[in-house]
């Protein structure tokens, strides 16, 4: 199969991509004189990019805000509610949600994901089962990684190490952490760090979702990476409190995180939501400093976090909508950066599940010899992408088409009734 007359990213011109047994075996001008696009689909200069990839997703959760709403939509009042949800939980409720979540972010060109799940003493191992089992169902077109998530915190709930030691002998990819659930903090990273090391596993954090200065623990993980000799290994989520900072502070802890090789994924959409509610002046944003962790040369990915849950009644998988709302916060409209926004949800983020060092983080080229994950947009770049906020049309996973997009939007009075335009329904 040929992929002909395509935009690629970072390369002027259009292009023509042959696909053979599920990898691209070349990438090649296109000559338009040479009678059109043989054996595949001319895609009249549409933007070819590789993938997203959506870093940080509690799918255990998803969508049960539809069945038990946050009616003050405070961070408490999630909290509660999960509880309560938790209590009622069974495990092909959880595989559902995550199957419709998974099913949610394929239809907008997400092919990976990493989903935490909850690990505690109420719950259990069912939301790891679940979440093993998607996993398999979804292998033909979805990685999906597994982090094993102590929600209630470690030395504050009996048994929660060992259930996370057996997650990981399950098969989970990562095990997950939240100091600030936890009396022991510095102990529940200790923790998270040995059992991660003794089953040479990832290890994915969530660190400072605060907007209180003194609520600070991203210099421990950093820490405990260079420690572990962990790095390209690690990811801190949130990092909300590092923005509380005052500049020279932050500064360090910055260059303290790039040294350790530690991985930042900020979530856009959740903390816009649930951070600055205590500002009654200057109301703050709540996102990590995206702008400057990059400038400092720290691998920075986003996530959804969130869809539809207690948490955040917003979300649909997508992170192109995804990268609209973090170039917004992070005042990244410029063209360039634009185009990183979007990296970002691209081999920067791929680089977190791949565990890579972020001093060699892969490439963003569509190249010969790569497996032929690809999707299709109505775009001619990065910045059409986050600004049209179009859907991809098609998504290829190996070679295979696994999605196509045809749209008609109806256009009536006072623009003709008759007429149609291609578009969103």
């Given amino acids: 199969m040929n992929l002909?007359?395509?935009?690629?990213?970072?390369?002027?011109?259009?292009?023509?991509?042959?696909?053979?047994?599920?990898?691209?075996?070349?990438?090649?001008?296109?000559?338009?004189?040479?009678?059109g696009c043989v054996n595949g689909i001319d895609l009249s200069g549409r933007l070819v990019m590789r993938p997203f990839a959506d870093v940080h997703l509690h799918l255990d959760k998803a969508f049960q805000s539809e069945a038990m709403p946050n009616r003050s939509g405070t961070l408490t009042e999630a909290i509660r509610l999960g509880q309560i949800i938790k209590a009622n939980m069974t495990r092909s409720a959880v595989y559902e949600r995550i199957m419709r979540g998974a099913r949610a972010a394929l239809s907008h060109g997400v092919t990976r994901?990493?989903?935490?799940?909850?690990?505690?003493?109420?719950?259990?191992?069912?939301?790891?089962?679940?979440?093993?089992?998607?996993?398999?169902?979804?292998?033909?077109?979805?990685?999906?990684?597994?982090?094993?998530?102590?929600?209630?915190?470690?030395?504050?709930?009996?048994?929660?190490?060992?259930?996370l030691q057996e997650a990981i002998r399950m098969g989970c990819d990562a095990v997950g952490g939240i100091p600030a659930r936890d009396p022991q903090p510095e102990e529940h990273v200790r923790i998270v760090f040995a059992l991660a090391e003794a089953a040479g596993s990832l290890?994915?954090?969530?660190?400072?979702?605060?907007?209180?200065?003194?609520?600070?623990?991203?210099?421990?993980v950093a820490e405990y990476t260079r420690r572990h000799g962990m790095a390209g290994r690690v990811a801190a989520g949130h990092c909300c409190s590092l923005s509380a900072q005052e500049p020279a502070r932050r500064a360090g802890i910055i260059e303290s995180v790039r040294d350790a090789g530690l991985h930042v994924i900020t979530l856009p959409s959740t903390n816009l939501y649930l951070q600055g509610r205590g500002d009654r002046v200057n109301v703050r944003r709540g996102l990590a400093?995206?702008?400057?962790?990059?400038?400092?040369?720290?691998?920075?990915?986003?996530?959804?976090?969130?869809?539809?849950?207690?948490?955040?009644?917003?979300?649909?998988?997508?992170?192109?909508?995804?990268?609209?709302?973090?170039?917004?916060?992070?005042?990244?409209?410029?063209?360039?950066?634009?185009?990183?926004?979007?990296?970002?949800a691209g081999h920067r983020a791929e680089a977190i599940m791949d565990g890579c060092h972020p001093d060699r983080l892969p490439g963003p080229d569509i190249r010969p010899g790569m497996e032929a994950n690809l999707i299709v947009l109505d775009a001619a770049s990065p910045a059409d992408v986050i600004v049209g906020q179009r859907p991809p049309e098609l998504v290829f996973v190996r070679g295979q088409q696994v999605m196509s997009r045809q749209e008609q939007l109806s256009v009536t009075a006072p623009f003709g009734e008759n007429e149609t335009e291609q578009g969103e329904s």
């Fill in 113 to 163: 994901l990493r989903t935490h799940v909850d690990v505690d003493p109420v719950v259990g191992l069912i939301s790891v089962e679940a979440a093993l089992e998607a996993r398999a169902k979804l292998r033909d077109v979805v990685d999906l990684q597994v982090v094993a998530f102590p929600q209630e915190g470690i030395t504050n709930q009996p048994g929660v190490a060992e259930l």
């Fill in 289 to 344: 400093p995206v702008k400057e962790l990059l400038a400092a040369g720290v691998n920075v990915a986003f996530g959804s976090d969130n869809i539809r849950d207690p948490f955040n009644p917003f979300g649909n998988g997508s992170m192109i909508q995804e990268a609209l709302i973090l170039a917004h916060a992070a005042h990244m409209g410029g063209q360039d950066e634009l185009a990183t926004v979007l990296e970002m």
């Fill in 4 to 35: 002909c007359n395509a935009a690629l990213v970072g390369r002027a011109g259009r292009w023509d991509i042959a696909i053979r047994d599920g990898m691209v075996v070349s990438v090649t001008p296109h000559v338009s004189a040479d009678g």
């Fill in 203 to 220: 290890v994915d954090m969530h660190v400072d979702e605060s907007d209180d200065p003194s609520d600070l623990t991203l210099p421990l």
